[in-house]
């Protein structure tokens, strides 16, 4: 990497794991991490909810922070089957996923819904990784630098900062796919996003990660791109060797 951000790897387990299989992979990471001198990037892994309080012990002690797949706007109350922020951190949770294409698809949330979760993980204490990125046929359209400036533009909360803040830019098409954009769309797409940072961001110090079918054979070209700050990871973060190579490819 080219300059002063520091990568961050974060692995997004989505609904997979239980009890068993989570925690032995969660001390797999854990020994590698902590066996690892200098560590090239943060880590950060984001179980479902029902394997917090597993595998946040089984982290403990490792560079390999803690992390939620999603948070409520509230910090308490009648919700049911909600988790808020407040709990997360509580469970032990540093960061927080808000915004994922897979929630606003399969959940219907909005920018503005994600812009006020974003800001309930950041009152809670917590780092929030806010997603944006287009769809196949908004690409095809020409549209995708547009679409992504409108999710910035409403996803960001008003006191957001680069220190509370991350954006994973997650093309919709590229998530389980095995089809990345080309390094040069990429890299065009993270300069695009921090040059449309709100003025209250330190742009130059925003971490950008790129997210969709990264693995360990492309990792070290998109983690080489200027503006790429890292990687939010999904089926690559089930294999231990997989994720832990990916992290290792931004030294
Ligand atoms: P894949 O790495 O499985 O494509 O998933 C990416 C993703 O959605 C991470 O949030």
Not at 17 to 23: M, N, S, V, Y
Not at 34 to 60: E, F, K, Q, T
Not at 158 to 171: I, R, W
Not at 190 to 215: E, F, M, N, Q, T
């Amino acid at each position: 990497m080219e300059h002063a951000r520091r990568p961050l790897i974060a692995g997004n387990w989505k609904m997979n794991g239980l009890r068993a299989d989570g925690l032995e992979r969660a001390r797999a990471l854990a020994a590698l991490a902590g066996a690892a001198d200098a560590p090239p990037c943060d880590w950060v892994v984001c179980p479902p909810a029902s394997l917090l309080l597993a595998v946040g012990p089984a982290l403990a002690g490792s560079p390999v922070t803690l992390g939620g797949q999603d948070c409520h706007t509230a910090a308490s109350g009648a919700h049911t089957g909600d988790v808020s922020a407040a709990m997360l951190a509580d469970a032990g949770c540093r960061y927080v996923i808000v915004g994922h294409s897979e929630r606003r698809a399969d959940h219907g949330e909005g920018d503005a819904l994600v812009a006020a979760k974003a800001a309930a993980a950041q009152a809670a204490g917590l780092v929030a990784i806010v997603c944006v990125g287009e769809t196949e046929a908004e690409r095809d359209a020409g549209r995708a630098h547009a679409v992504v400036a409108r999710q910035i533009a409403g996803s960001l909360p008003a006191g957001a900062s680069a220190l509370d803040t991350v954006v994973a830019y997650e093309p919709v098409w590229a998530i389980g796919t095995g089809r990345t954009p080309t390094p040069d769309d990429v890299q065009a797409m993270h300069a695009h996003i921090r040059s449309c940072a709100p003025p209250a961001i330190d742009a130059s110090a925003l971490r950008i990660l790129y997210g969709g079918s990264v693995k360990p054979g492309n990792a070290a070209t998109l983690l080489r791109l200027a503006d790429v700050d890292g990687a939010l990871v999904g089926g690559a973060s089930l294999v231990v060797e997989d994720f832990w190579a990916i992290g290792e490819a931004t030294r």
